[in-house]
């Protein structure tokens, strides 16, 4: 069964850092697109990243540029989400996606549980 696992959530200061990674079992990374998504209490989901099977082309949403980075290692099966100069508007759940087959982020793709991710003084 396939499944991702997304970890390294949790509560920070605003200007804070946290890394997330998402851990596949069941399926190889390879050949994939891999996003990260985040959903706000009240908000609908934004698409904040995606990185391309190769991890030669990565895209950003204009809202974490410059401050997220996301990353993959195929061989460790996870990709990673490196947050950073966090703000209270980061506040939210996020979750990794595996686009199968595709190198874009679109389409049918495999969700995990979501991490929770907390920005506050």
């Known amino acids: 069964q396939s499944q991702l696992v997304e970890s390294g959530g949790g509560l920070v200061q605003p200007g804070g850092s946290l890394r997330l990674s998402c851990a596949a079992s069941?399926?190889?990374?390879?050949?994939?697109?891999i996003g990260w998504f985040r959903q706000a209490p009240g908000k609908e989901r934004e698409g904040i990243s995606c990185?391309?099977?190769?991890?030669?082309?990565?895209n950003y949403a204009d809202s974490v540029k410059g401050r997220f980075t996301i990353s993959r290692d195929n061989d460790k099966n996870t990709a990673y989400l490196q947050m950073n100069s966090l703000k209270p508007e980061d506040t939210a759940v996020y979750y990794c996606?595996?686009?199968?087959?595709?190198?874009?982020?679109?389409?049918?793709?495999?969700w995990g549980q979501g991490t929770q991710v907390t920005v506050s003084s």
């Open positions: 990185i391309s099977s190769s991890g030669g082309s990565t």
């Open positions: 069941g399926l190889s990374l390879y050949y994939n697109a």
């Open positions: 996606t595996v686009h199968l087959g595709s190198d874009y982020c679109a389409g049918a793709a495999i």
